[in-house]
């Protein structure tokens, strides 16, 4: 099993709706993880962490489900510029592991 | 502020070549990485370090080596280039492995012919 996995899409959703994707991930011992954000031929950028809580950031809601091992990534209200590859990441459990990225999920909005 | 900065951005070998990608950071990292991506796939951990003196290999690093004999640099080198290394590559930093945001360099776009 892959260490961290995604649903590669591509998600193709109208303006306006509500799109949700999943990463699982392997390792339950990972405590810390992100949702990065890649535009097209760009280097990824960080969207937003995921706290064990949750997280939400205006249109974006992150969430962790520890006992099934997935987290989330809920956009509502979505823009056009929403539009990018959006990738999870699983950084090791201990000082000396590295850092894992999901293969993706491409989200295109359209008008 | 200039993060990391990775040179070349641009770079077109010959198989068999060898050349060495630059990555630099100014943000006294502890924790650097190699990844390349390829078209419609995600990112592929190539090699990465903890700190200076430190590296180990990632899922793909095989035709690779690095280094790490300062915090700032990390340099990837290629050894013989093949086609098959055709890709873009980015340098990646963070303060520590975990609960820390990753910076990366703009990328690397290297094709061998």
């Known amino acids: 099993r892959k260490e961290v996995e995604q649903d590669p899409g591509p998600f193709n959703v109208p303006e306006g709706a509500t799109v949700a994707f999943n990463c699982t991930y392997s390792n339950s011992a990972s405590q810390s993880f992100f949702w990065y954000r890649q535009d097209c031929r760009k280097e990824p950028k960080l969207l937003m962490s995921?706290?064990?809580s949750g997280n939400e950031d205006g249109r974006f809601t992150a969430q962790l489900n520890r006992a099934s091992q997935y987290i989330s990534l809920l956009i509502r209200d979505s823009k056009l510029s929403d539009s990018a590859t959006y990738l999870c990441?699983?950084?090791?459990?201990?000082?000396?592991?590295?850092?894992?990225f999901g293969s993706g999920t491409r989200l295109s909005i359209r008008p | 502020n200039a993060g990391v900065t990775q040179t070349p951005k641009f770079q077109v070998l010959k198989t068999g070549q060898s050349m060495t990608l630059q990555c630099a950071q100014d943000?006294?990292?502890?924790?650097m990485s190699w990844y390349r991506q390829d078209p419609g796939m995600g990112l592929r951990l190539i090699h990465y370090s903890v700190g200076a003196g430190i590296t180990d290999q990632g899922e793909v690093p095989n035709g690779y080596n690095v280094s790490r004999s300062t915090t700032e640099d990390f340099p990837l080198r290629l050894l013989s280039a093949a086609p098959s290394q055709t890709s873009v590559y980015f340098c990646a930093s963070s303060y520590a492995v975990r609960s820390t945001e990753a910076f990366f360099g703009q990328g690397t776009r290297l094709t061998v012919v």
């Open positions: 995921v706290y064990s």
């Open positions: 943000m006294n990292h502890e924790y």
């Open positions: 990441v699983v950084p090791g459990y201990s000082s000396a592991s590295k850092i894992i």
